[in-house]
């Protein structure tokens, strides 16, 4: 059964950092992407980030730019998601999701319909 967890969810002050991780089971991420979406209550889910497994290309979303940084480990089939300089607006449910069968990567990555397994996410509270 494919499946992906995520887990590192916590509450953290404005400011703070987080690392967020995606393990996935039944399938490796060597031909992959994976993508981090988030979903605040009352706003519709939205793409933070992606990368591809096969050529290391990485996305971001302008509001996370320069603060949130994607990573891959494939011998560990964890993605990471680095997550600095946070701030109350990040608050939300976050989800990793995956495709396979991904030879390039694209900003394509960053939208919902583009994959196929979704993990059941985990919360991030920034607050002081």
């Known amino acids: 059964e494919l499946q992906l967890v995520e887990s590192g969810g916590a509450l953290v002050q404005p400011g703070g950092s987080l690392r967020l991780s995606c393990t996935s089971s039944?399938?490796?991420?060597?031909?992959?992407?994976i993508g981090w979406f988030r979903q605040s209550p009352g706003k519709e889910r939205e793409g933070t980030s992606c990368?591809?497994?096969?050529?290391?290309?990485?996305y971001y979303a302008d509001s996370v730019k320069g603060r949130f940084t994607i990573s891959s480990d494939n011998a560990k089939n964890t993605v990471y998601l680095q997550m600095n300089s946070l701030k109350p607006e990040d608050t939300a449910v976050y989800y990793c999701?995956?495709?396979?069968?991904?030879?390039?990567?694209?900003?394509?990555?960053?939208?919902?319909?583009?994959?196929?397994?979704w993990g059941q996410g985990t919360q991030v509270t920034v607050s002081s």
């Open positions: 999701a995956a495709v396979l069968g991904v030879y390039s990567g694209s900003a394509y990555y960053m939208q919902e319909q583009a994959h196929h397994y």
């Open positions: 990368i591809s497994s096969t050529d290391g290309s990485t």
């Open positions: 039944g399938f490796y991420l060597d031909d992959s992407a």
